[in-house]
């Protein structure tokens, strides 16, 4: 099964700003694993692949949130998973991208990830 997962990074990472409880070694694990990683965030896609490389982490994709369609397009997956800390931006554009949506504190209960940490 193959299974994309998109981060937003501030609220939801702990790099954010404001630091989000989902840790980078968290999301390494879900990559080690096989699952496709990126970042679907309001910052610049040069920051987002900033803090991919600062963390030494193999990233599949950088977009910002109204690309979530487009991110979809170009990855065929099973499950394709947004993890974010807003309502009115992480929820509303996983969900009409056709995205299943996670709060950062769902997301440590699901068990593709607990599985890995």
């Known amino acids: 099964m193959v299974i994309l997962i ?21 999301v390494r694990k879900t990559q080690e694993q096989g699952y496709l990683i990126g970042s679907c965030s309001d910052r610049p896609l040069s920051g987002q692949r900033a803090i991919w490389e600062k963390h030494d982490i193999p990233f599949d994709f950088v977009a910002s949130k109204h690309q979530l369609p ?26 009409e991208a056709g995205f299943e949506f996670l709060w950062p504190d769902e997301a440590l209960a699901e068990p593709w990830l607990l599985r890995h940490i």
Request: net charge negative.
């Open 70 to 95: 487009e991110v979809m397009a170009k990855f065929e997956a099973d499950i394709y998973y947004h993890i974010g800390d807003r309502e009115d931006l992480d929820k509303k554009y996983a969900l």
């Open 6 to 26: 998109s981060y937003d990074i501030d609220g939801t990472l702990e790099v954010g700003d404001p630091p989000g409880v989902l840790t980078m070694e968290m």
